[in-house]
């Protein structure tokens, strides 16, 4: 079986004015799909963060990839590895592993397995180990952010949307709107851990919103706050005492290993991190420090499933247990997610998804359901989706009509707060 | 597709008066042979280090694996994990991991491959990631040995053998005996690098025959040497001076990675180990300690081929390089070996195998041939070889006749040498 043709389509989707450190959220995120084709008409999908350079290295990874056979990953990564000069290629300076290897041969990693579960017959879960779990529970993601549904609607909100879609136009600026946003989309989805993505107001308010999700949910409910690094030292200590026995887990209120160490040992709350320890040349740091008790995994920035899966025996072998971060998606990366969170004996909590967020898909039969907060992993063959080739042909139109060629939360926000600056350690 | 069936055979086969640390090798060698049947009536094989004990525990294992999806190794491993008790299981007092459900599942694991790889037309090394080189290189295996073929002939010999079973026959006690062994073999199989399992004669013996070695194959000839760990420190550390330069790597010349961690400190030669990281609980100690700089995985003794696959990972994650320990065995073993290690991209030293000093076979076309030092990965499906049930029948007799119930080199040395013990820490 050979790989024959490559279709790389970026896509924009529509994306509410969501707040988070690094500023705001543009009226649409972009991902990029990638469909492989083989010489026996079989096609597998893959999707990844978008920017007009990630399009360009999947672009520039085709003459790599075309001519491959799909089960052969190890040979497909050393070509990419060899095309984008990967040993010398730099990480970057955010937190996240920016490579464009990682990236790339995750997205096409992805395609791989959806081909060999289709040429197989199996599910992808099947090919990395099996299902330990029918259904994978989801979190509730909650945000901060503006009235309005994003997209031509950036700031203004459908009259006609109701349940979900209309509560998820409206603002959340203080405790009040996270309760009721929480509340909203809990009813809908059935999530029964909640997440507050942090670092946008002053800790105490923060603070002051997750001990009313607790009021609100009761004390049992698993709640899990992320500052995005943006406290100080003595800050997240501080603001940690006030939510102590109420998290689940404290996801990277501080910067880096050293400081999350500090942090956690100060605390002894669990702490989480998909910023501190987010590649494998990051896990010799973390063992040293014990920056963290749980790493969020995440397949688009580890390096794909099976790298994944080896990040999972990892936080086995050195006592760290494991969550799932998200990006703002479509159903390819949440078919994935499934499959691989099903496969993981040790992905004990509820992972993260942005999807609740989003209204477009380029699957065919439209948005996947949820119920009771969780999927059910499908036992069809390879990821278990198709391809809604009008909706990808519209979501690329409207890729082009957007003007956005990367996410910059940063300028998103000066938009709205002309002068506003992202601060690495803001309070 | 379920498992129907599951055939366990303790075998035994002819082995050689082999010397090491814990005593000599009893003329014959045992292993167990499992196969699993599926209700489409594919076969997979699977082998392990044999004992009445192991045979047990794959007998117990019949009611968790019979009914099961060969594809759901979570579950099968997790059921198996359940039966055994494995939570509570010690792992034993010997440097490997002696628990059952790690040989268990190691030879149900492979065994399933086997059927997965046959069920989608795959070798097995293309369903972990495929294959990154065509050739897997071997080791040339050197014991110091009595004369002797092994079996009926346990201290005699064959007059009739000729080329490498004859060389096979002859003592082997000090550095000339090493050195024709070491031709002979290489001669036959044309492996390329050299280990000497030590730990038998005084340090100084032993030292003398590695510089023969060297003498007789050139400086840059890789030589390995494995004391079996009972040295002292200090002798480690002299010896290891007169054998700087000269050996590719130094195999547990000490007890325990504190030890370990000395020696390495005191010489700066690349230390290996099969002996102090033996587990994934062993991982941070050695983390701790920089108790080695290889590792030589087992998927025997590691739980598994996706067990190593994810132990290669961490030998990446943490600068260790990776190297294959082996035991007496069959082709079974030897194709699993084989294909994990085509499919492993930072497996760069030459693999141990025993095989030479074997001469039955349980595989239909009899014994593997070496080329240039090296195993050639077929593309057949599954492990890509058949059983030979008559040989298997016959070797199973033999198992029957010859009386051992497991390995006890202690015993055995004991017949030769009255009152011999084993020391932990002989010299």
Redesign the interface.
């Known amino acids: 079986m050979k790989i024959t043709d490559m279709h790389v389509t970026p896509i924009a989707i529509t994306d509410p004015p969501l707040l988070n450190a690094s500023g705001l959220h543009a009226p649409y995120a972009l991902r990029t799909i990638i469909e492989l084709v083989t010489d026996d008409n079989i096609y597998g999908l893959g999707e990844v963060p978008g920017s007009v350079a990630t399009t360009a290295s999947l672009e520039a990874a085709r003459e790599v990839v075309v001519g491959q056979?799909p089960?052969?990953?190890?040979?497909?990564q050393?070509g990419l590895m060899e095309r984008f000069g990967a040993g010398n290629e730099a990480r970057g300076e955010s937190p996240w592993d920016r490579r464009r290897i990682v990236h790339v041969f995750s997205a096409i990693e992805v395609a791989c397995f959806d081909i060999m579960g289709k040429?197989?017959n199996?599910p992808v879960c099947?090919?990395l180990?099996?299902?330990?779990r029918e259904q994978v529970d989801f979190s509730a993601y909650l945000f901060y952010k503006y009235e309005g549904a994003g997209g031509k609607l950036a700031f203004s909100t459908d009259p006609q949307a109701t349940g979900w879609a209309a509560a998820r136009q409206k603002a959340a600026l203080d405790p009040a709107g996270v309760v009721a946003q929480a509340q909203a989309m809990c009813k809908e989805f059935g999530f029964k851990s909640i997440k507050l993505k942090g670092g946008v107001f002053p800790p105490d308010e923060e603070v002051a919103a997750i001990l009313a999700l607790r009021d609100a949910f009761g004390p049992g409910t698993p709640l899990r706050h992320d500052p995005n690094a943006i406290w100080k030292v003595e800050t997240a200590i501080d603001a940690g005492r006030h939510m102590k026995g109420v998290l689940e887990y404290y996801e990277d209120p501080v910067r880096g290993q050293e400081n999350m160490a500090k942090v956690r040992e100060a605390l002894n709350i669990p702490m989480a991190t998909n910023m501190c320890t987010t590649s494998?040349?990051d896990?010799?740091g973390s063992?040293r420090t014990n920056s963290e008790d749980i790493i969020l995994s995440d397949h688009h920035f580890w390096g794909g499933l099976?790298?994944s899966?080896?990040l999972a025996?990892?936080c086995?072998?050195?006592g760290r247990g494991l969550s799932m971060h998200s990006n703002s998606h479509v159903g390819i990366s949440l078919a994935a997610m499934a499959h691989l969170a099903a496969?993981t004996?040790n992905l004990t909590y509820a992972c993260d998804t942005h999807y609740p967020w989003q209204s477009e898909e380029v699957i065919a039969g439209g948005r996947t359901q949820f119920a009771d907060g969780a999927l059910t992993v499908t036992n069809e063959p390879g990821l278990g989706i198709e391809l809604d080739r009008a909706m990808l042909a519209t979501l690329h139109e409207q890729y082009k009509l957007c003007g956005l060629t990367e996410r910059n939360d940063e300028i998103e926000m000066q938009k709205v707060q002309p002068g506003w600056k992202f601060q690495a350690t803001r309070w």
Chains 1, 2 share one sequence.
């Open positions: 056979d089960f052969q990953l190890n040979a497909i050393a040429a197989t199996r099947d090919l180990g099996g299902r330990v494998f040349e896990i010799p063992v099976r790298a899966v080896e025996r990892i086995r072998t050195f496969a004996p």
